[in-house]
């Protein structure tokens, strides 16, 4: 029963959600609830902590913390091209990439390789900042899923008292229920 109104919960918080989705999403959430609990609760309070108000956390503060992820991941992505774009132009040429490789070591050579052919949509031996742009968020989103955003965002039928708000009590009080202990 409890499955079911995790479930439910899931799937009416969050718009445009399949029921089968909730449910695959309650999954992940019931996993990292029963495999590392201890590790659960840690990175749950750095969110409630960091990106919630007052010690809890709401739907904004969770979308806040994945947003503020994935610019976290497409600045990485970023970076480099962003070094070797010598000229300052926001084009990062065939041959301004070189130079950033002669100076790479071996592993970094083969990774700033393959990074330029994917970013260069095209194949024209340039990465034009619309290039860059769609090769960022794509490694953003594939470093922090719409499928890992969902779940995040599920932490909300955690909630115990129904203020549409998350506690680390909520999360503790769901860690103890999940093992049967009191909570």
Excluded at 8 to 30: C, N, R
Excluded at 99 to 128: H, I, M, P, W, Y
Excluded at 131 to 138: G, I, P, T, V, Y
């Amino acid at each position: 029963m409890r499955f079911i109104w995790i479930c439910l919960t899931i799937w009416l918080t969050l718009p445009g959600l399949a029921f089968s989705q909730a449910v695959e999403i309650h999954a992940k959430l019931d996993d990292a609830l029963s495999k590392r609990p201890e590790y659960f609760v840690q990175e749950v309070a750095s969110v409630i902590l960091g990106h919630g108000t007052d010690g809890r956390i709401d739907a904004a503060g969770i979308d806040r913390f994945i947003a503020l992820e994935r610019a976290r991941s497409r600045a990485y992505y970023m970076r480099r091209f962003h070094q070797a774009d010598l000229d300052a132009d926001g084009t990062i040429s065939r041959a301004e990439m070189q130079v950033l490789q002669d100076v790479s070591s071996a592993r970094q050579r083969g990774l700033l390789e393959v990074e330029f052919r994917k970013a260069d949509a095209n194949n024209d031996g340039r990465v034009t900042p619309d290039e860059l742009a769609d090769f960022a968020e794509n490694g953003a989103r594939r470093g922090f899923s719409t499928s890992e955003a969902l779940a995040w965002r599920s932490l909300i039928a955690l909630d115990r008292d129904g203020d549409g708000a998350v506690s680390l009590d909520d999360v503790m009080a769901a860690v103890a229920a999940r093992k049967g202990e009191p909570a």
